[in-house]
């Protein structure tokens, strides 16, 4: 079993839609959780992070941990063509300082 | 831009022997941490060095090291490349011992023939 898992995609959304990612991680040790995006051909950047259970939001994007069920996600409102990308979810070991990212979901936002 | 630098951009590099990769973290960061990116794959991490210690390791063999400079930027070495090492090396820095907000540097593209 992967650690961190992302269902792959590609997801299509239409423009001004909600972009819904989804991540699972099976390490109940994790303790903060980061959502990056990585355009093609470029390194990830960091949308958001969260640490407690709850919603968490940014703009236009919300990202929400479910603890209990080892759930993290995250929504992006009024989608525009800019955020077409491969959204990436990580999960922290705080045992060995090791960041584990799932594979990634991309995310295609039609005009 | 997140002010993290890596150099150099591309290599190229044959089997067999070795390739040194650095990284300049972001003013004000003093961690710096490591990761090998496959093609469609995550970021896999391989480790992280905090005021010039290592500070955790991933699932990589020896033939993976680094140090981290008094001025916290740091290099990773990768000895006897195989094929396998073909994949973009990223660096990533943050503050503070653990696992904090990472940001990351554009990556080396490495290749190995």
């Known amino acids: 079993q992967k650690e961190v898992e992302q269902n792959s995609g590609p997801l299509s959304v239409p423009e001004g839609a909600i972009a819904s990612l989804n991540c699972t991680y099976s390490?109940?040790?994790?303790?903060?959780f980061f959502w990056y995006r990585q355009y093609s051909g470029k390194s990830p950047e960091l949308i958001m992070s969260i640490y407690s259970n709850g919603d968490k939001e940014d703009g236009r994007f919300t990202a929400q941990l479910n603890k209990a069920s080892q759930y993290v996600s995250l929504l992006i409102r009024d989608s525009q063509p800019s955020d077409s990308a491969t959204y990436l979810c990580a999960a922290g070991l705080y045992n060995n300082n090791d960041m584990r990212f799932g594979a990634g979901t991309r995310l295609t936002v039609k005009p | 831009e997140t002010g993290v630098t890596q150099s150099p951009t591309h290599l190229i590099k044959t089997r067999g022997q070795q390739v040194t990769l650095r990284c300049s973290s972001q003013s004000g960061h003093n961690t710096v941490s490591w990761y090998q990116q496959a093609l469609g794959q995550g970021p896999q991490f391989i480790f992280q060095y905090y005021r010039e210690e290592e500070n955790g390791r991933g699932n990589f063999p020896p033939r993976f090291s680094g140090l981290q400079f008094p001025n916290y930027s740091s290099e990773l070495n990768v000895n006897a490349l195989e094929l396998d090492d073909s994949a973009l090396y990223l660096c990533?820095?943050?503050?503070?011992?653990?696992?904090?907000?990472?940001?990351f540097g554009p990556g080396t593209r490495l290749t190995v023939t």
């Open positions: 990533a820095s943050s503050t503070g011992q653990g696992l904090g907000e990472q940001y």
């Open positions: 390490d109940r040790v994790s303790q903060s």
